[in-house]
T-cell receptor
């Protein structure tokens, strides 16, 4: 079974600085999808970024980018120019390609990011 | 934002009582999911549905049942609530055939406390 590990329960960053959140996963599959979701205090789950394993190029979305290391099974999230609104819980998630059209995600335990003014 | 409404938003109940949580969507998406969120566990899948009256178990389905009689509604029932079911419950929807790729859309969650 696939597992997702986030080894940093909490992180802190100064406003305008850069922070990297770590995520590792375990799978025997060769093709899959990886995600980072953000959960602010409002509790809403917001998709931040998505990576398809067969794509070697790292995904980017504005200030958010990933470092996808397939061989190492690592999928870290880099937030550049951190803003107060980035403070949230961040979840890494894995999706197997073998679920058909069913989008069942396996989530990590989350990293709580604090942004200091 | 996707049209997903969860009700109630908060609920306090007593051990042994039945509880039903409702998820209503206005997107006509085929797939619906129930997750629970607990500290130290992230989100875990309870049950999911791939169509009207078509449901299946997730990784933490014990003590829960679901029903989907209409495309827009997905109900989660705790037949006899226990304190271990105190959690935040999220409904989610997806429909890859509509070009949404692998994105899940989440509701705003229901905080359930079982005393």
């Amino acid at each position: 079974a696939q597992t997702v590990t986030q080894s940093q329960p909490e992180m802190s960053v100064q406003e305008a600085e850069t922070v990297t959140l770590s995520c590792t996963y375990d799978t025997s599959e060769s093709d899959y999808y990886l995600f980072w979701y953000k959960q602010p205090p409002s509790r809403q789950m917001i998709l931040v970024i998505r990576q398809e394993a067969y794509k070697q190029q790292n995904a980017t979305e504005n200030r958010f980018s990933v470092n996808f290391q397939k061989a190492a099974k690592s999928f870290s999230l880099k937030i550049s120019d951190s803003q107060l609104g980035d403070a949230a819980m961040y979840f890494c998630a894995y999706r197997s390609p073998y679920g058909g059209a069913t989008n069942k995600l396996i989530f990590g335990t989350g990293t709580l990011l604090a942004v200091q003014p | 934002d996707a049209g997903i409404t969860q009700s109630p938003r908060h609920k306090v109940t007593e051990t042994g009582t039945p509880v039903t949580l409702r998820c209503h969507q206005t997107e006509n998406h085929r797939y619906m999911y129930w997750y629970r969120q607990d500290p130290g566990h992230g989100l875990r899948l309870i049950h999911y549905s791939y169509g009207v009256k078509d449901t299946d178990k997730g990784e933490v389905s014990d003590g829960y049942s679901v029903s989907r009689s209409k495309t827009e509604d997905f109900l989660l029932t705790l037949e006899s609530a226990t304190s271990s079911q105190t959690s935040v419950y999220f409904c989610a929807i997806s429909d890859p055939t509509r070009g949404h790729g692998e994105k899940l859309f989440f509701g705003s969650g229901t905080q359930l406390s079982v005393l």
